[in-house]
């Protein structure tokens, strides 16, 4: 008689997206910002309501496929556990992994973190903070042809509209803004902090606290610094964020010849190689 008990799918079938999760390669958001950059009310608020749409599918998306994997390490637990798990297959686990026990440990333990960043980058000069100011619907960051970023910028919704100065030693600096300044006030402010000066330069990150309506389910995006030829140190901040990103976005200047750099994009392609390779997640 056949077993009622439903069978579970496989593990690579619960970890991957179907068109049930209404989550697909063909989710994008294109503007066509010009060399002015500004955005009228119509367009920003359109944009900023595709965003929220777009970013609260895969948030929700995200939450599913944790809390299979957190499963799967679950099952991979009770195997290694059980009595028909044969010693020669934990001792190759251990040789390639160290203590295996650990290491699920710790896997769970970054499943369970709840902030869904999404990290954006581009080429010096592309536009990303017209960008990022058209995906959230506010104009919060300034925007420069004579600079560019030089610190992280990890922009969340809060309802206390505050500025987080960290240092290279993590040393933090609140700045607190009274909830009637608006955009502008945030901007100026930014702007001696975001700015590739000296004092741009004291920050390796800046946190923006913000009401911003479509950075709901712990989404917060990471604006990173421009990528531009000979800067590594600038690149490294940007790869430090790579592998636990749930989308990367990279803005690019259509009117460069040739599009995107050959430089930056081979840089792209083997920091994030390497970075996820030597990553612990790549291995469980």
């Given at each position: 008689?056949?077993?009622?008990?439903?069978?579970?799918?496989?593990?690579?079938?619960?970890?991957?997206?179907?068109?049930?999760?209404?989550?697909?390669?063909?989710?994008?958001?294109?503007?066509?910002?010009?060399?002015?950059?500004?955005?009228?009310?119509?367009?920003?608020?359109?944009?900023?309501?595709?965003?929220?749409?777009?970013?609260?599918?895969?948030?929700?998306?995200?939450?599913?496929?944790?809390?299979?994997?957190?499963?799967?390490?679950?099952?991979?637990?009770?195997?290694?556990?059980?009595?028909?798990?044969?010693?020669?297959?934990?001792?190759?686990?251990?040789?390639?992994?160290?203590?295996?026990?650990?290491?699920?440990?710790?896997?769970k333990a970054d499943?369970?973190?709840?902030?869904?960043?999404?990290?954006?980058?581009?080429?010096?000069?592309?536009?990303?903070?017209?960008?990022?100011?058209?995906?959230?619907?506010?104009?919060?960051?300034?925007?420069?042809?004579?600079?560019?970023?030089?610190?992280?910028?990890?922009?969340?919704?809060?309802?206390?509209?505050?500025?987080?100065?960290?240092?290279?030693?993590?040393?933090?600096?609140?700045?607190?803004?009274?909830?009637?300044?608006?955009?502008?006030?945030?901007?100026?402010?930014?702007?001696?902090?975001?700015?590739?000066?000296?004092?741009?330069?004291?920050?390796?990150?800046?946190?923006?606290?913000?009401?911003?309506?479509?950075?709901?389910?712990?989404?917060?995006?990471?604006?990173?610094?421009?990528?531009?030829?000979?800067?590594?140190i600038l690149a490294?901040?940007?790869?430090?964020?790579?592998?636990?990103?749930?989308?990367?976005?990279?803005?690019?200047?259509?009117?460069?010849?040739?599009?995107?750099?050959?430089?930056?994009?081979?840089?792209?392609?083997?920091?994030?190689?390497?970075?996820?390779?030597?990553?612990?997640?790549?291995?469980?």
């Amino acid at each position: 008689m056949a077993s009622s008990k439903k069978k579970k799918p496989s593990i690579l079938r619960r970890l991957a997206v179907t068109e049930s999760d209404d989550i697909s390669m063909s989710d994008t958001l294109t503007a066509d910002i010009h060399e002015e950059r500004t955005i009228p009310e119509e367009v920003r608020g359109t944009a900023c309501d595709e965003a929220a749409d777009v970013l609260s599918r895969v948030a929700t998306f995200d939450r599913k496929t944790k809390a299979n994997l957190h499963e799967v390490y679950e099952e991979i637990e009770d195997v290694l556990k059980s009595d028909n798990c044969f010693p020669e297959v934990k001792e190759e686990m251990s040789a390639e992994f160290g203590d295996i026990n650990k290491v699920i440990h710790l896997k769970k333990a970054d499943v369970y973190e709840e902030l869904c960043p999404i990290v954006i980058t581009g080429e010096t000069s592309a536009g990303k903070s017209t960008f990022v100011n058209l995906l959230l619907g506010v104009e919060l960051l300034p925007q420069s042809p004579l600079t560019c970023t030089s610190p992280i910028c990890r922009i969340s919704n809060r309802v206390r509209k505050r500025i987080v100065l960290i240092d290279s030693e993590d040393n933090q600096q609140i700045v607190e803004l009274e909830n009637t300044e608006g955009a502008e006030e945030m901007r100026r402010r930014l702007k001696g902090y975001i700015s590739a000066t000296q004092a741009g330069e004291k920050y390796k990150a800046v946190d923006i606290c913000w009401p911003i309506a479509c950075l709901q389910n712990k989404i917060m995006i990471v604006d990173t610094p421009g990528i531009g030829p000979d800067n590594d140190i600038l690149a490294n901040r940007l790869f430090e964020y790579l592998p636990s990103a749930l989308a990367f976005i990279y803005v690019i200047n259509p009117t460069n010849a040739g599009g995107v750099q050959s430089d930056s994009e081979y840089n792209i392609t083997m920091l994030s190689y390497k970075n996820l390779r030597d990553s612990d997640a790549s291995k469980c």
